[in-house]
């Protein structure tokens, strides 16, 4: 025996039948993160990019209820992994760690793969890194002061060492020289450990180098501390006045750290990212272990980040062009 099915009632059955097929893709598709997340890390480890992006990387795979993975792609001033998180699908999936970099490089080469501005959404400004102005125990300066006056005497005989052309440490002197109206010989190296080398060994006077790698060698006496470039003295090392306070008025450079996503990342899941990194940056344990480091939580909104970003790729735009630096 046949059962005739009305008309109507069959296309209510295809009807729902369609709907429910389609349910769970639909519930995926809502539902972020529904797999693995990756922060790409435009630096090798373990430089201070790095360390901050596994601080994050672990709590926030707890929060989100995904894996967050840290891929480091390293190469061309972060302009290698730079651009593979710019040209990555803008759905949450890939963020990139960035770096002081993303604000000087429009500065220092004349071709950059992306516009950090425009190919960019911020997250989160996360952390600024102290660095340190240090000089070889053989040099006479003792301060800051000294440094200035052997530096215009002598203009252009004192020797500083950075990690590359461009880099944040560089960048540090060139505000320093511009600021203090002197001349110094730049030699770079291949990396903050060959270039804090060459100042510790003698190679070169000066160098402005990370807390992480100088301060080491300071108490071992294989370098005499100059200043740190914060506006602040650091926790770490709070006989070590900053560079402002020790002859430079209003000098600050340091090197920041922040989480971007590729232009076009939903607002919501910009808001889900910003919220649990600042909770996870904001954690005493994160907090304590970034201030050993020199590093100091900011832990922003997206427009403080955004607008941040905007003054520091104009601030070093001007140091450039005024130390007549040449782009690359």
Request: proline share 8%; no cysteine; aromatic share 6%.
């Amino acid at each position: 025996m046949t059962i005739q099915v009305p008309k109507s009632l069959r296309l209510l059955l295809t009807v729902a039948l369609a709907l429910a097929s389609g349910m769970p893709q639909a519930l995926a598709q809502g539902v972020y993160p529904a797999r693995p997340v990756r922060i790409i890390v435009p630096t090798s480890p373990p430089g201070g990019a790095d360390v901050v992006a596994r601080l994050i990387a672990q709590p926030l795979s707890e929060r989100l209820g995904q894996q967050v993975v840290v891929e480091n792609r390293a190469g061309a001033s972060t302009m290698i992994g730079g651009e593979l998180a710019a040209k990555a699908p803008a759905d949450g999936y890939t963020l990139l760690m960035g770096i002081s970099t993303l604000a000087i490089n429009p500065a220092t080469f004349k071709k950059v793969p992306y516009d950090a501005l425009r190919d960019f959404v911020p997250i989160t400004h996360a952390v600024k890194q102290t660095l340190m102005l240090v000089a070889h125990p053989s040099f006479p300066a003792k301060t800051v002061k000294e440094l200035i006056t052997i530096a215009k005497t002598r203009p252009g005989d004192v020797v500083y060492s950075s990690p590359g052309f461009g880099t944040n440490p560089q960048m540090a002197m060139e505000l320093f020289l511009y600021m203090t109206g002197t001349r110094m010989l730049h030699v770079p190296y291949r990396g903050g450990g060959e270039s804090i080398i060459a100042a510790a060994s003698g190679h070169v006077s000066v160098t402005a180098a990370s807390m992480l790698g100088a301060y080491p060698q300071v108490r071992a006496g294989r370098l005499r501390a100059l200043g740190v470039t914060s506006a602040t003295r650091v926790p770490k090392a709070p006989e070590v006045p900053t560079i402002a306070e020790a002859g430079v008025p209003d000098y600050e450079a340091l090197q920041w750290y922040g989480l971007l996503a590729p232009a076009g990342t939903p607002k919501e899941i910009i808001a889900r990212l910003n919220k649990e990194a600042v909770a996870i940056l904001r954690s005493a344990e994160v907090t304590g272990r970034l201030a050993n480091d020199g590093g100091i939580v900011v832990a922003s909104t997206p427009e403080e980040f955004a607008a941040y970003l905007r003054a520091e790729t104009e601030k070093w735009a001007k140091v450039v062009k005024a130390a007549g630096i040449q782009p690359q």
